[in-house]
T-cell receptor, first 110, second 113 residues
């Protein structure tokens, strides 16, 4: 079946540091890939997506590239802010469903 | 209202109570989902409705009963819950035939006492 493996947290960074959260997946066929973000007390928000190999999704300074050869979709941001503190979920879309990773808690300190 | 809304946002209920969670989507989507999010556990898909027909039921106990009267509304009826059912219940919607992206509501924080 489909699965998503996500970097264990928590991750703590200083403001303006570089962020990478690793995500790898297992799937048959050609899934879509997503990053969702969950702020405290809220639901999940779609952060970015990529629907085919070599696509790069980007939003709010975050980027992730769909790498079929390494089955990866790592999330990056060049300079994090305190307001980026949240839980980040990698997800795979196929067969009408999303399969989520376990989430990575990010804390950014001023 | 825009996006996906859920009511109530917080709910405390006893084990013998009956309550319902409501979800409404304003995105014109035709598929809706219920998820359970517990502390320290992955997000669990509970139910999927596509075109108002239930297409997925992931071995959810019968004390949870979903209802989808139309493509914009989704309910989760709760009765005789257990303390371990305390969690954040999230509703989501998507468009069939799209790229599977789902849009989530803010969730209902449920506490069973």
């Amino acid at each position: 079946g489909n699965s998503v493996t996500q970097m264990e947290g928590p991750v703590t960074l200083s403001e303006e540091a570089f962020l990478t959260i690793n995500c790898t997946y297992t799937a048959t066929g050609y899934p879509s890939l997503f990053w969702y973000v969950q702020y405290p007390g809220e639901g999940l928000q779609l952060l970015l997506k990529a629907t085919k190999a070599d696509d790069k999704g980007s939003n709010k300074g975050f980027e992730a590239t769909y790498r079929k050869e390494t089955t990866s979709f790592h999330l990056e941001k060049g300079s994090v802010q305190v307001s980026d503190s949240a839980v980040y979920f990698c997800a795979l879309g196929a067969a009408r469903q999303l399969t989520f990773g376990s989430g990575t808690q990010l804390t950014v300190l001023p | 209202e825009t996006g996906v809304t859920q009511t109530p946002r917080h709910l405390v209920m006893g084990m013998t109570n009956k309550k319902s969670l409501k979800c409404e989507q304003h995105l014109g989507h035709n598929a809706m989902y219920w998820y359970k999010q517990s502390a320290k556990k992955p997000l669990e898909l509970m139910f999927v409705y596509s075109l108002e027909e239930r297409v997925e039921n992931n071995s959810v106990p019968s004390r949870f009963s979903p209802e989808c009267p139309n493509s914009s509304h989704l309910f989760l009826h709760l009765h005789t819950l257990q303390p371990e059912d305390s969690a954040l219940y999230l509703c989501a919607s998507s468009q069939e035939g799209g790229y599977y992206e789902q849009y989530f509501g803010p969730g209902t924080r449920l506490t069973v006492t």
